[in-house]
Nanobody
């Protein structure tokens, strides 16, 4: 089992940047595929970005492609999401998620993931 805690959220203006972190504890972080999801008020939770356990494969939602970068440091048991050129529509609670895996596959739906952090709020004002 792995425990996840996000940090780095906050209130920023449109065009600003934020870096979210997700600290993992418990079992071997490197054996987990990871992802960032977000959920805006009264909307479904959606995938923002995903990364394989090696970090060699990544996926981005079209809405964030070219602005957000997902990365991981397996030595530090930490997942990151660098968010640049933020827009008001990026406002949401951001969650990190982990899936135990023995492959380098990416996973695209919330139902694939076994473990979740409590979330961190990101608010972008116009």
């Amino acid at each position: 089992q792995v425990q996840l805690v996000e940090s780095g959220g906050g209130l920023v203006q449109a065009g600003d940047s934020l870096r979210l972190s997700c600290a993992a504890s418990g079992r071997t972080f490197s054996s987990y595929a990871m992802a960032w999801f977000r959920q805006a008020p009264e909307k479904e939770r959606v995938l923002v970005a995903a990364i394989s356990w090696t970090g060699g494969s990544t996926y981005y939602a079209d809405s964030v492609k070219g602005r957000f970068t997902i990365s991981r440091d397996n030595g530090k048991n930490t997942l990151y999401l660098q968010m640049n050129s933020l827009k008001p529509e990026d406002t949401a609670v951001y969650y990190c998620a982990a899936k135990a895996t023995g492959s380098s596959s990416l996973y695209y739906t919330q139902y694939n993931y076994n473990y979740w952090g409590p979330g961190t709020q990101v608010t972008v004002s116009s």
